[in-house]
């Protein structure tokens, strides 16, 4: 039988990354206890033990708050509530995370895609295209910290910068941050909502890296003036979300399981950078760079100039390695990351990390 594919392309945790028997006592001891709440209809905005918890950390009322399934959906919601209000261009980094791409080209937006470097987005670019044109963009979306899918954050000054920007031109952002409690080292810089106090700039995060992804809890801080749309856009498309799975969580929480969970798991992410890291030092020949994170799940990597990346894809799946193309990440026809690539350390154990990079470096001989 052949061995399974050595999957860089999964931007997933592993299974041994998931607190699973946790969870299913969690999820057995709330149905016991709530489950004539919690098997029926309730908020939209969801369970409301939960929605304090997270309303607490970010210093907001709960009904700023609202739990969507996952941070995909919530997503959907802010694009469309916000189109809506605002039709027009939306701002990206270039790359971006590919779903949301999605989403927004259906959702009929223009997508305007910013320059970023090993720092994060370029305010200077951003200022260039609030400049470019007096019509306000819909919204800028953005990724600041463990980017999905290059790894990168966005440095504090940076930060400082961007938000005095928004601020200035009354830009809404969303800020993206599902691996922002995904660090294994160094400092973490302040979040966009902090620096700016909420009022333009929208927060979301999920339990998808941090507890599991599969429950489907994603949450939304949100400026009061978009809370009860968005909101609403939860009610008419789902009525109420599962309880079952944000209360779940809401238990894992208060047994004392988030932190100490979260630490196992950057434990092992660290391990799995550090020999996707020395991996690709040991092996892949000059003129190859990638990108350096301090957390989350994702490193990109720029091969040698004469490599296209979609050539190397087709080469290394008989190999048994995948990946994902650099390209998929830019808004299509842009032409851009045609010798990119993103590649997921979360999946694999460091064993066949190493054997993985030893086989595509084998490819660029
Ligand atoms: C940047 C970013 N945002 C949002 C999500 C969506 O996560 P979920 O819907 O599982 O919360 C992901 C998933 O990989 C992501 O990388």
New binding site residues.
Partial sequence: MRASPISFAR?APAPELIPAAELAECAYAVALRDGATIFAYGPGGGYAPLREWVSARHGVEPARVVLTV????G?AFYAAVQLLRLPGRVLVEAPS?D??LKILAREGAEIVALRMDEEGLDPDALEAELRRTSERPSFLYT?PTF??PSGRTLSAERRRRIVEIATAHGLAVLE?D??GLVRYEGKAPPSLHELEGGELVTYTS?F?KTAA?GL?V?YFVLPRSTAGAFEERAVSTYISPPFLAQATISEFIARGHFEPNLERVCAELRARRDAMTAALEETFPEGSSWSRPEGGYFLWLELPEEVATAELIDRAEPEGVTFVRGEDFFPPGSGLGLTSARLAYSYENPERITEGIGRLAALLL
């Fill in positions: 931007g996952g941070g995909l959906q997503f995370y779903r949301p990724i980017q999905n993206d599902p691996y999920s998808s992804p489907r994603g």
